[in-house]
Nanobody, 117 residues
Framework: QVQLVESGGGLVQPGGSLRLSCVAS????????MGWYRQAPGKQRELVAR???????NYADSVKGRFTISRDNAKNTVNLQMISLKPEDTAVYYC???????????WGQGTQVTVSS
């Protein structure tokens, strides 16, 4: 049983930056693979960034070089640093935790990111 709460979303201008945070409770986060997903209106949810329990990362091509995922197991937190934001980054961003062996997924409630002038 993992509960995830995202924060840090908001409205920014193109080229701006935001830092999203996901705080977990109910379990020890270090054993989970973590990810950030996003869903824009009319589109399917897509993986933005992933970080495994071992610390390896991967990113969607659309955000490579602009987004950085990190985790702080001591704080039970996963972050997504976003820079050089584009209007196409506008979406609801969701934190995800996956237990590798069972493949059970847990999701946060989402936080809105809007990039607009």
């Amino acid at each position: 049983q993992v509960q995830l709460v995202e924060s840090g979303g908001g409205l920014v201008q193109p080229g701006g930056s935001l830092r999203l945070s996901c705080v977990a409770s109910g379990s020890i986060l270090s054993i989970y693979d973590m990810g950030w997903y996003r869903q824009a209106p009319g589109k399917q949810r897509e993986l933005v960034a992933r970080i495994t329990s071992g610390g390896s990362t991967n990113y969607a091509d659309s955000v490579k070089g602009r987004f950085t995922i990190s985790r702080d197991n001591a704080k039970n937190t996963v972050n997504l640093q976003m820079i050089s934001l584009k209007p196409e980054d506008t979406a609801v961003y969701y934190c995800n935790a996956k237990f590798p062996i069972s493949s059970i997924n847990y999701w946060g409630q989402g936080t809105q990111v809007t990039v607009s002038s």
